[in-house]
T-cell receptor, first 112, second 107 residues
Framework: DAGVTQTPRHEVAEKGQTIILKCEPV?????LFWYRQTKIQGLELLSY????????DGGAFKDRFKAEMLNSSFSTLKIQPTEPKDSAVYLC??????????FGPGTRLTVL | GDQVEQSPSALSLHEGTGSALRCNFT?????VQWFRKNSRGSLINLFY???GTKENGRLKSAFDSKERYSTLHIRDAQLEDSGTYFC?????????FGDGTQLVVKP
């Protein structure tokens, strides 16, 4: 069974650029989560979708972060414009009815 | 400060023996999840607990939200159990990871 896949694994962007991260959840899962991981803050929730509908948008991340789920098997996270403080690992996870979450390998973003 | 304190940071076991990993939390957590990192760097789920204990083969995990800890017990360790184990716990839209335990199982 394929787990959660994320692309790219690494991304380097200049300040002010637009970047799009991609995620494919586990087939059959109806929940999809986007997180940002830093050592200090731990995992911060950016967005949560239930059956493609946006349920939570992570509050403080609204301005430059936009997650979309156009179909049940694909989601994107757009950061526009990027800032150096956005450098982090971005994790996508999926679950079935908010039970245990299956994490993707993450995308390491570096903003110069 | 760190919300999750995981110990030990490194553990060496001989095949057939066992031990326990532990995560202490500085605050009340809603649930805990235990992972092992595979060779590609992905996190493989071992357990998810909101309370109580769960067992799967040679692994057993317990979570006590009130006492703010969780444990992962490994018995009859095998060579393929070697790897890095993480706990993660959270609530209020945040999940905090422990720093990991690097387990080496020797023949």
């Amino acid at each position: 069974d394929a787990g959660v896949t994320q692309t790219p694994r690494h991304e380097v962007a200049e300040k002010g650029q637009t970047i799009i991260l991609k995620c494919e959840p586990v087939s059959g899962h109806n929940d999809l989560f986007w997180y940002r991981q830093t050592k200090i803050q731990g995992l911060e929730l950016l967005s949560y979708f239930r059956s493609k509908s946006l349920m939570e948008d992570g509050g403080a991340f609204k301005d430059r972060f936009k997650a979309e789920m156009l179909n049940s098997s694909f989601s994107t996270l757009k950061i526009q414009p990027t800032e150096p403080k956005d450098s982090a690992v971005y994790l996508c996870a999926s679950s079935l009815n908010r039970d245990e979450q299956y994490f993707g390998p993450g995308t390491r973003l570096t903003v110069l | 400060g760190d919300q999750v304190e995981q110990s030990p940071s490194a553990l060496s076991l001989h095949e057939g023996t066992g031990s326990a990993l532990r995560c202490n939390f500085t605050t009340t957590m809603r649930a805990v999840q235990w992972f092992r990192k595979n060779s590609r760097g992905s996190l493989i789920n071992l357990f998810y607990l909101a309370s109580g204990t769960k067992e799967n083969g040679r692994l057993k995990s317990a979570f006590d939200s009130k006492e703010r800890y969780s444990t992962l017990h490994i018995r009859d360790a095998q060579l393929e159990d070697s790897g890095t184990y993480f706990c993660a716990a959270g609530g209020n839209n945040r999940i905090f990871f422990g720093d990991g335990t690097q387990l080496v199982v020797k023949p």
